[in-house]
């Protein structure tokens, strides 16, 4: 079946730092990818995605590239701001009108 | 871009009652809308897909007489929870797919849900 395994947080960094959250996933066929971010008390929003191998997706500063020989989506950004405090999930979607498959989510603390 | 607007933000009922939420796509046309629970610090867990015209297709171990959904336009689903007890409250998110790019899904703020 369909599974995005990511990256158990909380991670704790501080402003400016660099940041990776890795996400991989297992699917049947040639899923499209994505990064929702969550900030407190609100709904997903759609950060970025890729919809095949090699695409890259970015937005905001991050970015993430389609991994399809290591089956991975890694989210990256060169320098968080505090304001990127959220929680980050990556997530999976096969074909056609299948719902989204979320991994966990990764809760990401920027600390001035 | 394409809003999904989901009312009540914040619900508090006693236990026993019914509570409605409704998820309006603002500026698409949906056919298809899903319904997630999240608990708390935890992943999105998806309950039931909503499609305009048809019966919902709920996820194993969700009880459709429990949470009643109705998707009766193409921007318009409730999620009804009937009977609400404690173990309900929780934070409901809904998505809508957008007809016009079927690989988008737009989501909701969500509705927090507390029942005493």
């Known amino acids: 079946g369909n599974s995005v395994t990511q990256m158990e947080g909380p991670v704790t960094l501080s402003e400016e730092a660099f940041l990776t959250i890795n996400c991989t996933y297992t699917a049947t066929g040639y899923p499209s990818l994505f990064w929702y971010v969550q900030y407190p008390g609100e709904g997903l929003q759609l950060l970025l995605k890729?919809?095949?191998?090699?695409d890259k997706g970015s937005n905001k500063g991050f970015e993430a590239t389609y991994r399809k020989e290591t089956t991975s989506f890694h989210l990256e950004k060169g320098s968080v701001q505090v304001s990127d405090s959220a929680v980050y999930f990556c997530a999976l979607e096969n074909s056609g009108n299948t719902p989204l498959v979320f991994g966990k989510g990764t809760r990401l603390s920027v600390i001035a | 871009g394409a809003v999904v607007s989901q009312h009540p933000s914040w619900v508090i009922c006693k236990s026993g009652t019914s509570v409605k939420i409704e998820c309006r796509s603002l500026?698409?046309?949906?056919?298809?809308m899903f319904w997630y629970r999240q608990f708390p610090k935890q992943s999105l867990m998806l309950m039931a897909t909503s499609n305009e015209g048809s019966k919902a297709t709920y996820e194993q171990g969700v009880e459709k007489d429990k949470f009643l959904i109705n998707h009766a336009s193409l921007t318009l689903s409730t999620l009804t929870v009937t009977s609400a007890h404690p173990e309900d409250s929780s934070f409901y998110i809904c998505?809508?797919?957008?007809?016009?790019?079927?690989?988008?899904?737009?989501f909701g703020a969500g509705t927090r849900l507390s029942v005493l």
């Open positions: 500026d698409f046309q949906a056919t298809t």
């Open positions: 998505s809508a797919r957008d007809n016009e790019a079927k690989n988008i899904q737009y």
């Open positions: 890729a919809t095949k191998a090699d």
